[in-house]
T-cell receptor, first 112, second 114 residues
Framework: KQEVTQIPAALSVPEGENLVLNCSFT??????LQWFRQDPGKGLTSLLL?????REQTSGRLNASLDKSSGRSTLYIAASQPGDSATYLC???????????FGTGTRLKVLA | DAGVIQSPRHEVTEMGQEVTLRCKPI?????LFWYRQTMMRGLELLIY????????DSGMPEDRFSAKMPNASFSTLKIQPSEPRDSAVYFC????????????FGQGTRLTVV
């Protein structure tokens, strides 16, 4: 069964800290992996999309890496800010299914 | 573009009533997806369309759920009759292609069935 797991489920850090969110998936045959941010009561905002042929993507203070062979992706947030507080979701598009499977998310709180 | 637009944002209805959720995808996007989000099950894909044609509806929970896409700029998700366990946030998303581009989500419709 194709599954996506995110650890930790919740994280609280002081402002300014660099942090890493983890995403693991059960099948290395994927088309792509996408990281999203969800604010309370809001929709999902796409942060980064990594194709299966890529190793990483960067956008501002965010860097996402992909290691297909080990079934892992990490989202690195540099110099965290209170405005980064949200739930971060990882979604994997497994080959042959054309369905994004979502992890359950990491709820991040950055303390001022 | 204004992004993916969903309506209504909130819906409260009584058990047994028909509920219709609406979605306007981003112009030019060929793929449209309906997701449901609950605390227990997270985000689940219900159905997706390609060029207005339903491709995979295996995630639709029961026959009470139906979805249509009469044209490239409009889709509906209907629940008839509604039940309390249908209470969830329903998201619509669209993407330019299936594999190579980002999926853009609407703000969601929070459905409460009492």
């Amino acid at each position: 069964k194709q599954e996506v797991t995110q650890i930790p489920a919740a994280l609280s850090v002081p402002e300014g800290e660099n942090l890493v969110l983890n995403c693991s998936f059960t099948d290395s045959a994927i088309y792509n992996l996408q990281w999203f941010r969800q604010d309370p009561g809001k929709g999902l905002t796409s942060l980064l999309l990594i194709q299966s042929s890529q190793r990483e993507q960067t956008s501002g203070r965010l860097n996402a890496s992909l290691d297909k062979s080990s079934g892992r992706s990490t989202l690195y947030i540099a110099a965290s800010q209170p405005g980064d507080s949200a739930t971060y979701l990882c979604a994997v598009l497994f080959s042959g299914t054309y369905k994004y499977i979502f992890g359950t998310g990491t709820r991040l709180k950055v303390l001022a | 573009d204004a992004g993916v637009i969903q309506s209504p944002r909130h819906e409260v209805t009584e058990m047994g009533q028909e509920v219709t959720l609406r979605c306007k995808p981003i112009s030019g996007h060929d793929y449209l997806f309906w997701y449901r989000q609950t605390m227990m099950r997270g985000l689940e894909l219900l159905i997706y369309f390609n060029n207005n044609v339903p491709i995979d509806d295996s995630g639709m929970p029961e026959d009470r759920f139906s979805a249509k896409m009469p044209n490239a700029s409009f889709s509906t998700l209907k629940i008839q009759p509604s039940e309390p366990r249908d209470s969830a946030v329903y998201f619509c998303a669209s993407s330019l292609t299936r594999r190579d581009t980002e999926a853009f989500f609407g703000q969601g419709t929070r459905l409460t069935v009492v």
